[in-house]
């Protein structure tokens, strides 16, 4: 397969091409990006096609749906949106050659092949992100903070017309708290079963980063952190409680065919597939991990677009290196067919695979459904399928609705009793964005997510291929919808939910604000009210799945639940003619915690009242974070 690659390589820098739209066309732009926040709202306004639920998108693709908007008659944009448009636009403009430290912070290089006359085009620089955090506890009078700061040097270019290459490095120095609430059993108290395979462990949890707004700490680092005063020793761990440095590597080479109607990537970048709204995705959010995989894009017509991805997924960092990646030899595959009707009508639909590597040709191949050909190869893997819908009024809003089944047993869906069956895995989204008007590229999304018990978990099983031991005992195989310990999907643990309302707006050509209150709430995965199928680690006991008491689920019914009211405002300020963004976030979350009168996961729904105890303990805390970032507009 990547011989195949390579050839194919070679073939794009041998194919004319048009005049070039940009240096870097086909890499990608970062998830994270604030040009997809405008690309979302200007598509909500009917400024622009549809555009694909696959993302990154390449800056070619992002060049030409800013033109397009630019583009719009007069009465569509406001002068503000049309100077913010036009700042974009340059972002993505042809460079001249030489080193440019003021407005994009990166030395530009050309240069032309003397035999074939093939231009080598692209820029190499640096940029700094430093972000800090603070939390004020008042029940523990207790002060934490925490910083997530990123060095960042990248060279990224073109070779030829179709065929472009980034190098990015990352260094990450951060330090993010965690309480150690408990100990949880993967299975749950009192787990007896006759399976080798089914093996209970008990696992220790930690709360969020205390220093930083739920859900909102990313991993910056690839594999494992060092504590500086431990470099060169044994002094790896998998999570800087303490300050740390971690290593991180990002690269892709990637190339069109047939006038832009076909891409290839390969790539080691964060992706989000499926999403209706940017970081919304349940199929492939782009809060997850970075790893390195191939995909190939079909769009040959603006109606229809397919995709397909497959590759390796990293392992969790827990003790030794070697240890920790004994269980996690996993790989991931994914399928997305899209269709839209004009900007009135988007329809996606799709299969997933978690599978332990092996010479898997039925996986890797595009145009199969994962979902059946499980059945072709035995059920060792950790199928899934989805779908999304969403409709529009350009100009006024849109609503949509998010379906991922992780695993489901066919026979039970016209029963009464599937909804409260915990062998049906599945998580859905509804939501609704409403176009502001009056601000620029302003609008109010509400949205209510649900992920079930066990949604994004997979029982360990041995696997033919797969003889490993360690420490004498035979282990098996990680198959969870995970990579490097975080979800592939929404960035909530099974057994979860949330309201959020959220606005933001840019409200100046470089001020941005934002408003939002979230309600989360989660089983408890600690303690002894602790519910089953609470933690991306839970595994489903492999009998009486459709009438063990034990494996029903009654939300908020059935044992402890954590609940947090999280309210806080966002702001930021990005410079008109230097690369620097200023931005920081203030705000409060109340948690709680609830629990019921009767025994935890008793197969029947019990009333739940309010607690405070030192095992299950209420909290407020007033959280702020503060950044800057230099060079933003290449380096991140």
């Known amino acids: 397969m990547l011989k195949t690659f390579g050839v194919i390589c070679i073939a794009l820098t041998m194919l004319p091409g048009g005049a070039s739209l940009a240096a870097q066309t086909n890499t990608t732009v970062s998830v994270d990006n604030e040009v997809y926040y405008i690309l979302e709202q200007a ?26 908007i630019l583009g719009s008659g ?43 006359g093939i231009r080598f085009e692209g820029d190499a620089g640096a940029g700094l992100q430093l972000r800090g955090g603070i939390g004020g506890y008042a ?30 490095f990352l260094g990450a120095v951060a330090k993010a708290h ?17 399976h080798e395979d089914a093996i209970n462990r008990q696992i220790t949890v930690h709360s969020q980063p205390l220093a930083f707004f739920p859900y909102t700490f990313r991993k910056h680092w690839d594999g494992f952190v060092v504590p500086p005063g431990e470099i060169g020793g044994a002094g790896l761990k998998p999570w800087p409680d ?26 080691r970048v964060r992706r989000e597939w499926g999403g209706m709204s940017n ?60 269709l839209n009707y004009k900007n009135y009508f988007h329809f996606d639909f799709g299969s997933t695979a978690v ?41 006024i809003g849109g609503v949509w609705f998010s379906f991922f089944a992780d695993e489901m047993e066919p026979t039970t869906m016209v029963k009464p009793d599937f909804f409260k069956l915990d062998r049906n895995m599945y998580a859905f989204q509804a939501g609704v964005s409403i176009n502001f008007p009056w601000l620029p590229f302003a609008s109010v999304n509400f949205l209510y997510t649900k992920v079930e018990p066990y949604c994004y978990t997979h029982t360990r099983i041995f696997v033919p291929w797969y003889e490993s031991e360690f420490e004498g005992d035979k282990v ?14 929404y960035y909530l643990p099974p057994n979860a939910d949330e309201f959020l309302l959220r606005f933001a707006s840019r409200v100046g050509g470089q001020f941005d604000v934002s408003a939002q209150y979230q309600m989360i709430r989660h089983g408890a995965d600690y303690g002894s009210a602790a519910v089953d199928g609470s933690s991306f680690l839970s595994e489903l006991d492999p009998d009486g799945r459709s009438d063990k008491d034990v494996l029903r689920k009654y939300f908020l019914q059935d044992g402890a639940y954590q609940w947090q009211q999280i309210f806080k405002i966002g702001a930021g300020y990005t410079f008109d003619k230097y690369p620097i963004r200023l931005f920081g976030e203030f705000g409060v979350v109340y948690t709680f915690y609830t629990n019921i009168e009767g025994k935890p996961n008793a197969g029947s729904p019990s009333a739940y009242t309010i607690v405070n105890t030192a095992e299950y303990p209420k909290s407020t805390a007033v959280l702020a974070t503060l950044g800057v970032r230099f060079y933003p507009r290449n380096a991140f």
């Open 279 to 338: 970081g919304r995705s349940l199929i492939f959010n782009a809060a997850a991990q970075p790893f390195m995989a191939l995909e190939t894009t079909v769009n040959p017509v603006y109606w229809f677009s397919f995709s397909a991805l497959t590759g390796a997924l990293e392992y969790f960092y827990a003790d030794d290196l070697k240890a920790s990646a004994r269980t996690f030899q996993s790989a991931f595959s994914i399928e997305q067919l899209e």
């Open 43 to 68: 598509e909500l306004r009917g400024l622009c096609g549809p555009l694909p639920a696959v993302k990154p998108y390449s800056r070619k693709v992002i060049r030409r749906a800013v033109l397009e």
């Open 74 to 116: 007069p009465e569509k944009l406001t002068e503000m949106e049309r100077a913010i448009l036009r700042r974009l636009s340059e972002d993505y403009t042809p460079a001249k050659p030489g080193l440019d430290m003021y407005e994009r912070g990166a030395y530009h290089f050309l240069a032309h092949s003397p035999r074939q």
């Open 476 to 489: 098996p195989m990680e198959t969870s919808y995970t990579n490097n310990g975080e979800s592939l999907g």
């Open 139 to 168: 029940e523990e009078k207790d002060l934490v903070w925490g910083m997530d700061n990123i060095i960042s040097a990248y060279i990224q270019g073109d070779i030829g017309e179709n065929l472009s290459f980034k190098t990015h």
């Open 355 to 395: 599978w332990s590597k092996r010479f898997e040709l039925g996986y890797i191949f595009p145009n199969n459904m994962n979902f059946l050909y499980q059945d072709s190869v035995g059920d060792f893997d950790n199928m899934g399928f989805f779908f999304n819908l969403k409709g529009r009024v350009p100009g």
């Open 242 to 267: 303490t300050l740390s440095l971690g290593p991180g590597l990002l690269g892709e080479i990637a190339g069109t065919l047939f006038d832009d109607m076909v891409s290839i990537r390969f790539a």
């Open 178 to 194: 965690r309480r150690e609430t408990g100990r949880y059993d993967t299975y749950y108290p009192g787990f007896a079963s006759d």
